[in-house]
């Protein structure tokens, strides 16, 4: 004959319509803390998006310098910059190589890009 495992009791916390619920309710202090937070963060993070694309829009038909991954420096003008952030288009891209009259960077392989403001 086995004995029985005793079984622990699960408790659920209690819903926002019981008097003593802890934080679930929209009008809850914590919540609201939480929701302000929260909405900051958004701000910053729209002023630093902001910010990134008035860069890029600065850049456009600029001389750039690239630094890449692999440890090489390449020099040209700046084109554009895709939506997700994957690449950047270039064009007169000087490389060890020699000059390419238009290419894709990948910016997976970018390291950083400077250019100068007039």
Request: aromatic fraction near 6%.
């Amino acid at each position: 004959m086995s004995v029985p495992v005793p079984v622990g009791v699960l408790r659920l916390p209690r819903g926002p319509e019981h008097p003593a619920s802890r934080g679930f309710s929209p009008s809850s202090p914590r919540f609201q803390a939480l929701l302000g937070a929260e909405a900051l963060a958004q701000g910053v993070r729209a002023r630093l998006r902001q910010r990134w694309l008035r860069g890029l829009g600065a850049a456009r038909g600029r001389p750039a310098r690239f630094w890449l991954r692999a440890g090489v420096r390449v020099d040209a003008v700046f084109g554009a910059a895709e939506v997700g952030g994957a690449a950047v288009q270039v064009d007169a891209l000087q490389t060890p190589l020699g000059v390419q009259g238009a290419a894709l960077l990948r910016c997976s392989d970018l390291l950083a890009f400077s250019f100068l403001l007039p």
